[in-house]
DNA sequence: TCATTTTAGTTGCATATGCAACAATATCGA
DNA sequence: TCGATATTGTTGCATATGCAACTAAAATGA
């Protein structure tokens, strides 16, 4: 803390808080337009995805999307309710729970899609130059060396 | 929308989200330690800072903040009781409220920013060099022109 | 082995947020 | 002018989130 930060890392800070939270109320909002779930649950939904078939623990699912485990729990717990995942006991671990997306998850999933996609597109893609693009997405992976 | 988004779009867009909330949770944790109100007040404090002495009407500031107008009315609630903010009727404007900082309000503001500006610094200012900075700072205007 | 500590997950309770309905005032248009 | 509509803000209710305490099982270590 010898140097505060300056006016410049501080105003690019905000731009950077600023713009990831109107681009996702942008997209919640086009969501609720289409009658979808929270983004939230497309997250989720999409790890589960991305795992398999084979599932995924309980707290790597809470790791990947930085959610606290109480929160991932009741989240889970929804989810299950409407089928569109399933708990497990862990074979492995008798503590341990394994979450698996069911063939319900993925259709909505795939619904959901097309909707996020095009906020993607409309908010991001025409804006930046796929240059600009690969700039924006080098200076962020430096950020996350923190 | 006729190309879907490009992975590198996609990818980006999930970076750009993930780093934000990743220095969010940050700031949070740096805030929550150091027995610190959370970071929204901070933001509700400094828009009404930078406002002056004449304050802001209520709804401006939740232009401002990206907040509800309902989200925002229970919070000048909380800041109100703490002495933190004033509330008073607008002359103009019979249906509205003007919000101003109270003395208590700078002070906690002047308490918090030290904490903010320290993860500011480490999250940010440690991994990106002026002309980096400089150089997302330019790409995240671009963004914001949607 | 077995007591101690860590880790995984759940739950109760308090707080925060979203949504829709509401009251009050301002603005617009015939 | 005055009725219709839009704007500003609040509130009740449902849902979501954070926090701390809790259970149960694994890992550690003497």
């Given at each position: ?40 649950w497309?997250?989720i939904l999409?790890?589960l ?6 599932g995924?623990?309980q707290?790597?699912l ?10 991932l729990s009741r989240r889970i717990d929804k989810l299950q309710q409407e089928g569109l995942a399933e708990r497990y006991l ?7 729970n394994v979450i698996a997306i069911t063939?319900e998850g ?41």
């Amino acid at each position: 803390m010898t140097t505060k930060p300056s006016k410049l890392a501080i105003s690019t800070w905000a731009q950077l808080l600023r713009t990831s939270q109107r681009f996702t109320d942008q997209v919640e909002a086009a969501l609720k337009h289409a009658q979808l779930p929270m983004l939230g649950w497309y997250d989720i939904l999409l790890e589960l995805h991305r795992a398999g078939s084979d599932g995924l623990r309980q707290f790597e699912l809470g790791e990947k999307l930085l959610l606290p485990k109480h929160n991932l729990s009741r989240r889970i717990d929804k989810l299950q309710q409407e089928g569109l995942a399933e708990r497990y006991l862990c074979e492995s671990d008798g503590r341990g729970n394994v979450i698996a997306i069911t063939d319900e998850g993925k259709k909505l999933l795939a619904k959901m899609w097309p909707v996020y996609a095009a906020q993607i597109e409309v908010l991001f893609e025409e804006n930046l130059s796929g240059a600009e693009q690969q700039q924006l997405s080098a200076l962020l992976e430096k950020l996350s060396k923190v």
